[in-house]
């Protein structure tokens, strides 16, 4: 890679997101905008080693983006004077750059979680429009076709134009809600990139690290939400230990069992320094009490053990809050651990087969408790599910031991 | 709708299946595999085929025929078996072909069916 196009690469990781949004905010047509921003950055590539780095890079973007839109605007009406458009686009790019254009992101990934658009897209967006993630990463991430993936995005896009929802803040009464919708789509970026492990992603950056920055993003633009710093508190803590959930030689390594020594200590303090803020706020929430299940966890560098108690009363609130089939099975994980297997396996056992026929981690659970009560034939039969609805050959292997060693 | 799922695999894994060593470690993620698509109540039909080398590829061109030892496609990898399952979308075929416990060189292709000729395509 050369300077230049390190150079333009570095520009489009911080500046990406803030232009476009500031160019759909103003030319209210998203897929224009994109198209427009891929032209300035490939003009970039072009131009910059001919005439050096302009000292404005974002501002020369901006404006030869905005150039381009307004060609398009204009396309049907008279030649423009080129010059004067340049001049006119100029200035107001300057302004824009000058004031750090911090607003029309958060509008932007409001936009992106709109509820008149399908909840499967609001990740997807987001990663595009604020992290100018292309198609094909996005499709790979969640298992979609990319040139569906590319499609559905199109479709979007055209919606949102179609519709004219509106580029803006939503009101304080559906603050909430509509940051719900922002938070989920965060947070689903962040599971998307879980299984990246190191050496596994050879494109850089992983989509866990993008997640972690929308994360910081949000919690920078609304610094008194506190399921915001909630939820950036949840990403530290479980990508504190990206290092430590496989050993040397690739193999699955149960949180329990984890070497503190491998998790990272500057991100459990920046963790437990936002879920120490979010609490101040009085406002429990689903992201801060994932959190807290986490602080819990890292608490075992400290203390050399779990608190398996605290674990699962935070669970219990969880599933009151959120009575999703994740949540019940790791609440069932809990109590196994605080209060025996056979209060465990009374919580799964309400679980429905159509809720957890393709749940893996259900069955990885329920061979455990058979394990735990001594029925070797159950947890023969029940490892064997859950190896069978596995993606990762390590925790397949993992599972295959736990069957062995009956 | 219904789908292939191409199970494409590498020489190691064609032997991996029958070698006394490795075969154990192959079928331990195979068998499982192929029984929770049993038990989704998904699979319509599937089979593993015999690896590449007993393939016969037979061409028949303007009356004159062409019988050759081996499979036709020239690749490394070869399609050692197949699972046809009958899922909402392609989303969801998807999520299946994920799961498929392949080596590190293996491949799985998804492939719609084409609907019988005259019938209505779903």
């Not at chain 1, 998203?30 to 302009?54: K, M, N």
């Not at chain 1, 009464?173 to 599971?191: D, W």
């Not at chain 1, 605080?338 to 749940?359: D, F, H, K, N």
């Not at chain 2, 197949?82 to 799985?108: E, K, N, Q, S, T």
Request: hydrophobic fraction near 45%; include cysteine; glycine fraction near 8%.
């Amino acid at each position: 890679m050369t300077e230049t196009e390190q150079l333009v690469e570095r520009v489009a990781r911080q500046s990406y997101g803030r232009l476009l949004a500031y160019l759909t905010s103003r030319f209210h047509d998203w897929a224009a905008s994109e198209d427009a921003l891929a032209v300035a950055f490939s003009s970039a590539l072009e131009a910059w080693p001919r005439t050096g780095v302009p000292d404005e890079p974002e501002a020369w973007l901006l404006v030869v983006a905005r150039r381009r839109l307004m060609d398009e605007e204009k396309r049907t009406r008279v030649q423009s004077d080129a010059e004067a458009v340049i001049r006119e686009a100029m200035s107001g790019a300057e302004r824009a750059v000058k004031c750090g254009i911090p607003a029309e992101r958060l509008e932007m990934l409001f936009l992106c979680a709109h509820p008149a658009i399908n909840p499967t897209l609001h990740t997807p967006l987001m990663l595009q429009a604020v992290l100018g993630l292309n198609a094909e990463r996005i499709a790979s991430a969640f298992l979609v076709r990319p040139s569906t993936m590319g499609q559905r995005l199109s479709r979007a896009k055209a919606k949102i134009r179609n519709a004219k929802l509106r580029f803006e803040l939503p009101d304080q009464s559906q603050l909430p809600e509509r940051l719900g919708a922002v938070l989920e789509a965060i947070y689903a970026a962040y599971g998307a990139g879980w299984d990246d492990l190191p050496g596994f992603d050879k494109r850089g950056r992983g989509l866990a690290d993008e997640a972690i920055y929308l994360g910081r993003l949000i919690t920078d633009l609304l610094p008194d939400e506190p399921e915001a710093h909630g939820l950036l508190a949840l990403m530290l803590f479980c990508e504190s230990r990206r290092l430590a959930r496989r050993s040397a030689d690739g193999e699955y390594i149960p949180l329990g069992v984890q070497s503190i020594v491998l998790w990272s200590k500057e991100m459990i303090v920046d963790a437990e320094r936002h879920l120490w803020f979010a609490s101040t706020a009085n406002s429990i929430g689903r992201f801060q009490l994932e959190a807290a299940i986490q602080s819990v966890h890292a608490c075992r560098a400290v203390t050399g053990f779990t608190d398996w108690d605290a674990i699962a009363l935070l669970y219990q609130a969880l599933v009151q809050l959120a009575p999703t089939v994740g949540c019940r099975v790791s609440h069932a994980a809990a109590v196994a651990e605080a209060r025996g297997a056979q209060a465990g396996w009374q919580l799964i056992a309400s679980l429905s087969l159509a809720e957890v026929r393709t749940y893996q981690p259900y069955w990885a659970l329920a061979g455990h408790l058979h394990r735990l009560l001594g029925r070797k034939q159950e947890a023969v039969n029940v490892f064997q599910a859950a190896i069978g609805l596995c993606e990762d050959g390590s925790v397949r292997r993992f599972l295959a031991r736990q069957g062995l060693t009956l | 709708m219904q789908y292939t799922l191409m199970f494409y695999m590498s020489p190691d894994e064609f032997e991996a299946r029958t070698h006394p060593d490795k075969q154990r470690a192959f079928w331990a993620g195979f068998l499982p595999y192929m029984k929770a698509i049993r038990e989704a109540g998904i699979l319509v039909s599937g089979a593993g085929l015999q690896p590449p080398e007993s393939a016969t590829t037979v061409r028949v061109t303007d009356g004159r025929r062409l019988v050759q030892d081996g499979p036709y496609a020239d690749t490394k990898e070869q399609l050692g078996g197949f699972a046809i399952i009958d899922v909402p979308d392609l989303d969801a075929a998807l999520d299946w072909a994920a799961r498929y416990p392949a080596g590190p060189l293996g491949v799985v292709e998804v492939r719609p069916i084409l609907a019988p000729a005259g019938s209505p395509v779903s």
